[in-house]
């Protein structure tokens, strides 16, 4: 006769498959978790336009008004995305972190700027401005690049502009900076095109004589975007010129770029 199994073997056997279907039902949740269908669509982006002014208090000439002003596009089911972007805007609104009050919202922003401008009242006649605008500026397939725009003006001759483009890759749902675009050991060669580039856009500028380039040499930039014709790199006032040239794009070309930058960043050869 076949041998009984014993109360204490049916008790490990069903202990035993209570563990096994805990563990799978873990699997299942952390797979479900992490698959692209909980990630947030990435078809066509859906937006809306946010505004946030202030303005001086007690001031009746709105001409004259020390005032902020801020527009930024906030996109649907992206909120890492509108974070991100919201902080990189008041870094750039209080002078690229120069300011040592750091705020951490448009509205703490707002109250030092006009306290500021308060105090700063009677040094100049000119109000003082803040503003700021976050906008979507290109797409390339799944990766989107935002432009955040600030001006900054506290008096004097001119205000302070500054453009940051930000890349985020819309399916992993993050920020691309430069160094992950790049190669690994392929730095050296991309900012040797990158000179390459300075020297054709000096090429190209009246008056860049031997002084202009010994006092605006050449240096590094991680603010970029790709377009049509390459990699474009961003410089923005005072970088690599004086105020009078405005922001700098230089572009390396595709054709340099290929085995520098990875595969997914570049065009299909013709």
């Not at 002078?95 to 006009?114: I, P, R, V």
């Not at 690049?145 to 302070?160: K, R």
């Amino acid at each position: 006769m076949p041998t009984r199994p014993s109360i204490k073997s049916i008790a490990t056997t069903a202990i035993l498959a209570i563990l096994l279907s805990l563990a799978g039902c873990d699997r299942g949740r952390e797979s479900q978790s992490d698959s692209p269908e909980n990630r947030p669509p990435i078809g066509k982006l859906k937006s809306k336009r946010e505004t946030f002014e202030r303005q001086a208090s007690g001031c009746t000439e709105k001409e004259e008004c020390a005032s902020v002003s801020i527009t930024r596009e906030v996109f649907e089911q992206r909120p890492a995305l509108n974070r991100v972007v919201l902080q990189q805007m008041i870094h750039q609104l209080q002078g690229n972190g120069e300011d040592q009050t750091s705020a951490n919202s448009l509205e703490e922003l707002a109250d030092n700027f006009l306290a500021e401008a308060a105090k700063g009242h009677g040094e100049s006649s000119a109000r003082w401005q803040l503003t700021g605008e976050a906008k979507r500026f290109a797409r390339r397939d799944d990766l989107l690049t935002v432009e955040i725009n600030s001006y900054i003006y506290t008096g004097g001759a001119h205000g302070m502009p500054a453009i940051r483009w930000l890349n985020w890759d819309l399916a992993a749902d993050e920020e691309v900076p430069l160094d992950q675009v790049i190669r690994e050991g392929q730095e050296n060669d991309f900012w040797g095109e990158a000179r390459g580039a300075h020297r054709r856009w000096l090429d190209e500028q009246p008056g860049t004589n031997r002084e202009f380039r010994e006092t605006w040499p050449f240096r590094r930039s991680n603010n970029f975007r790709f377009d049509d014709q390459g990699l474009v790199l961003l410089y923005n006032v005072y970088a690599l010129g004086p105020y009078v040239l405005g922001p700098v794009e230089l572009t390396i070309p595709w054709k340099d770029l290929r085995g520098i930058v990875h595969e997914q960043y570049l065009p299909e050869e013709q």
